[in-house]
């Protein structure tokens, strides 16, 4: 195991023990709302996520969660709700970074990550390298891609 290795293991293991924006979800007013269910049947995991996005700057202001599984699920979903609450980020650059992840969690331990749009997401590469765990990674993204899609549906 490499040091870096090490490090990205390390940091798994303190978002599953101590998960970002976990816990009752809260929207400032004005914003649009939206909430999805996303379970993950080869595993057990599952994940209530919702967010909050002002309908003109389309940012998102707000993301909570609640859910239960394996560590790698839940260290996934925590990761990127720091990425999201960090960057204060629109609909399009959450779209951008789901993309970026779907791919480096599908190349099966393939390929460079892309960093810059990633950030400590690109912990989870390594999990690519096994196919049965992709969906424990993926489940808090494709919950958020679902809730994006919510947003977009209502604010049209
Ligand atoms: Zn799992």
């Given at each position: 195991?490499?040091?870096?290795?090490?490090?990205?293991?390390?940091?798994?293991?303190?978002?599953?023990?101590?998960?970002?924006?976990?816990?009752?979800?809260?929207?400032?007013?004005?914003?649009?709302?939206?909430?999805?269910?996303?379970?993950?049947?080869s595993c057990g995991d599952e994940i209530d996520l919702?967010?909050?996005?002002?309908?003109?700057?389309?940012?998102?202001?707000?993301?909570?969660?609640?859910?239960?599984?394996?560590?790698?699920?839940?260290?996934?979903a925590s990761i990127l709700s720091q990425l999201v609450?960090?960057?204060?980020?629109?609909?399009?650059?959450?779209?951008?970074?789901?993309?970026?992840?779907?791919?480096?969690?599908?190349?099966?331990?393939e390929g460079e990550p892309d960093e810059e749009l990633?950030?400590?997401?690109?912990?989870?590469?390594?999990?690519?390298?096994?196919?049965?765990?992709?969906?424990?990674?993926?489940?808090?993204?494709?919950?958020?891609?679902?809730?994006?899609?919510?947003?977009?549906?209502?604010?049209?």
């Open positions: 195991m490499s040091a870096l290795d090490g490090l990205y293991q390390e940091l798994i293991l303190d978002h599953s023990k101590r998960p970002v924006s976990k816990g009752v979800f809260e929207a400032p007013g004005g914003t649009i709302t939206a909430s999805h269910h996303e379970f993950n049947p919702s967010i909050a996005v002002d309908p003109a700057s389309r940012r998102i202001e707000r993301l909570a969660w609640e859910g239960q599984g394996c560590s790698i699920s839940i260290a996934s609450r960090d960057e204060r980020m629109t609909v399009d650059e959450a779209r951008a970074r789901i993309g970026a992840f779907r791919e480096m969690i599908q190349a099966r331990g990633l950030g400590d997401a690109v912990a989870l590469q390594g999990v690519s390298k096994f196919v049965m765990r992709v969906k424990c990674a993926m489940l808090g993204w494709v919950a958020l891609e679902a809730d994006l899609a919510q947003v977009e549906a209502q604010r049209a």
